[in-house]
Each structure stands twice: as structure tokens, then as C-alpha cells.
């Protein structure tokens, strides 16, 4: 994956506008934090007509990939079936971070019907919605398991945001 630019030094820096966002991105820790936290995220796509479209749902960064579910008779995926091109933005909004902070990707998307993959993915995904409660998570994954299920594997290949918003501000007014 790379960067679409490289941020310049975050020494004390003046900043008389916020035109140029370069000096208030994000480290890769705190992406890697965001991404550790976060598990709801904005996955957008084209539709036929080549119009963006886009939802938010929950997510799972692992193996350097972002996964996601949906059902196999789903528009995007059959959109991402025809052309795989796709974005995730992920908000810091509800983790241990606060909000104002996000991070957003290109990438290719690939539709994966393997079953073990999608069993992993349920799990994992109700353990993060239900962290304290097996009952909850064991609930959770078999209602969410039917066929037609496929799980979304989306590689990111160019990191084109990593943007916070509390050091933009703090710049700004100091």
C-alpha cells in the first residue's frame, strides 16, 4: 500500500490556514490504532452508471485487509463483482480516540464464498459487537449465518487520508 503524499515534519510548526492538511495527518500508530478500534467503516463503490455509492457497515482489519459481509444478491456485491475498484473511510468516532479523526483507502475488493472465511468473520465480528458475552456473540453469529452469505476481502493499495481533526484545531489556535 502508499501514500498519496507524505506528511511534512510535526515539529512546532506555524499554521495560518488549514488549506494545506498535510501537517495534521494521522501516524501510522494511530492509524493502526483506528483500525484496531474501530469496526464500523463506510465502503463505497460504483454502481453500473459509474455513480458513487456508499454504506456504512461493520468491519475487520486483519491479514492487511479490510473484511466485510454482505448477502451474495446485494448490489454492490455484484457492483464489486464488475469492477472491484472501491474506498473505505474509517471514523474515530465511539473509540477510546475521540472523533475528528478518520482514515480512508483505495483499494480492490474481492467477493469470498469460502466457508471458513465467513465463519471466521461472523465470529470475530460478534466478539467485537459483544466483547463480554459468549451467549450474545454465539447468538449473533448464527443468526447472521444463511446461505447467501459472502464475506468482502478489500485491499487497500493507497492510504488517501489519515486526517486529525483535534491537531488541525490545536495548531490553529495556538
Known amino acids: 500500500m502508499t501514500r498519496s503524499s ?16 498535510r501537517a495534521f495527518t494521522l501516524s501510522d500508530e494511530e492509524v493502526a490504532q483506528l483500525l484496531a478500534e474501530q469496526f464500523e467503516c463506510t465502503f463505497c ?15 475487520i482489519h486483519a491479514e ?6 454482505a448477502e451474495e444478491s446485494r448490489v454492490r456485491v455484484k457492483a464489486i463483482m464488475r469492477d472491484p475498484r472501491s474506498c473505505v473511510v474509517i471514523s474515530s468516532m465511539g473509540t477510546s480516540m ?6 480512508s483507502f483505495k483499494g480492490i475488493s474481492e467477493v469470498v464464498r469460502e ?8 465470529a470475530e465480528i460478534a466478539r467485537r459487537y459483544d466483547p463480554h458475552d ?9 443468526a447472521a449465518d444463511h446461505p447467501g452469505r459472502v464475506v468482502i476481502k478489500f485491499v487497500p493499495t493507497v492510504r488517501t487520508n489519515a486526517f486529525d481533526g483535534h491537531r488541525a484545531r490545536r495548531r490553529r489556535a495556538g
Open 115 to 122: 466457508r471458513e472465511r465467513i465463519l471466521w468473520f461472523l
Open 98 to 103: 475521540g472523533h475528528s479523526k478518520s482514515v
Open 6 to 21: 507524505s506528511p511534512p515534519s510535526r515539529g512546532d510548526v506555524q499554521v495560518d490556514s488549514l488549506a494545506d492538511a
Open 64 to 69: 492487511g485487509a479490510i473484511w466485510l459481509c
Open 45 to 59: 463503490w460504483t454502481n453500473r452508471a459509474g455513480d458513487p455509492v456508499a454504506l456504512t457497515e461493520a468491519f
Open 134 to 142: 459468549e451467549q450474545a456473540q454465539q447468538a449473533h453469529a448464527r
